[in-house]
Structure formats: C-alpha cells, structure tokens
C-alpha cells in the first residue's frame, strides 16, 4: 500500500498563495500517475492537477494560469503551488496516487479562502 499525507492547506485571503504538500510512502518512481483532486461542500470531489510519471502535466480549466504542480523524487513529495487564489477554490485538498493499478487516497487538506 502507499500512504498519502497532504499537508499546506490554510485561510489565505483572495488573490493569495499557498502551497500544498503530498508525502508519499513509497518511491514517486514507482507510481503511476499522482493527482490533486479537491472537494467543495456539497459538491462532488474533481480533479485539479495531474502528473504521469514518464508525461505531461494536465490541469483543469478553472486552475490553468494559476496552479502548478510538481514532485520532488528525492523526498518522494508531490506540490500543488497555488496562486492567486478565489473564494472559489475552497475546499478539501486530496492526493490520489496509482500504484501498480489500484489508486490510494490521502485524508485531505482544508483550503479556505475568504476575506
């Protein structure tokens, strides 16, 4: 099994940053694709970002601009740098992780923007 920790979430006012954190158990070389998925209340969990391990970044449209995603393989850490954020983007932060064909989840982390 892979154990996922997020960490980094917070109160940030509109138009502010923050950088959200994935720790992963096991080798980043070893999973197949990492995503940051975030779930608004009353709303179903989406996907934000991706990385495939031999690929490309993909974003969804609402984050493109403002969001980026990217790993550190010798810590085994997966980043969410956000920015500019909107009261929009509020929500509960989750790394989803591949690995060997069965995806595991973190346990999420609260991003609240608001003034």
């Known amino acids: 099994q892979v154990q996922l920790v997020e960490s980094g979430g917070g109160l940030v006012q509109p138009g502010g940053s923050l950088r959200l954190s994935c720790a992963a158990s096991?080798?980043?070389?070893?999973?197949?694709?990492m995503e940051w998925y975030r779930q608004a209340p009353g709303k179903e969990r989406d996907l934000v970002a991706g990385?495939?391990?031999?690929?490309?970044?993909y974003y969804t449209d609402s984050v493109k601009g403002r969001f980026t995603i990217s790993r550190n393989n010798a810590n085994n850490t997966m980043y969410l740098q956000m920015n500019a954020l909107k009261p929009e983007d509020t929500a509960v932060y989750y790394c989803?992780?591949?690995?060997?064909?069965?995806?595991?989840w973190g346990k999420g982390t609260l991003v609240t923007v608001s003034s």
């Open positions: 096991e080798s980043l070389f070893s999973i197949e694709v």
């Open positions: 990385m495939k391990r031999y690929g490309s970044n």
């Open positions: 989803k992780a591949k690995w060997y064909g069965t995806d595991y």
